[in-house]
């Protein structure tokens, strides 16, 4: 049986804007379980291929995360933005779940 993580087209996966559906699942239970479509959706938004990714960085383990931005090119340092800092990982993982899903769909992700 073939999941996310073997599938070869998860990392191309195209996000439809109209799938709040999906953010709403995230939303209420960011560690999962997850269904088969908002693995390959996490998937994509995570290792898919795009420039200025987002991601966290540890401050404190266990304890305190900052927002962070991968390079656009490889081998240059990840920039990380001191002054958006969680204490929360949902939170935290909720903060860049939104920028990436602008990222991939070019809109504000908004839910009812």
Not at 16 to 42: M, N, V, W, Y
Not at 51 to 70: D, I, K, S
Request: hydrophobic content about 40%; glycine content about 6%; proline content about 5%.
């Amino acid at each position: 049986m073939m999941d996310h993580t073997s599938d070869p087209n998860a990392a191309r996966y195209v996000l439809d804007p109209r799938r709040t559906d999906l953010a709403r699942e995230f939303r209420q239970c960011i560690r999962g379980p997850h269904s088969e479509e908002l693995k390959k959706l996490l998937h994509r938004m995570r290792w898919g291929g795009f420039p200025g990714r987002y991601l966290l960085a540890v401050l404190e383990p266990g304890r305190r995360w900052a927002l962070a931005q991968m390079p656009d090119e490889r081998g240059q340092k990840v920039k990380v933005f001191h002054d958006v800092v969680f204490d929360s990982l949902d939170e935290a993982e909720w903060h860049v779940f939104r920028l990436r899903w602008k990222a991939l769909t070019a809109s504000e992700l908004k839910l009812d």
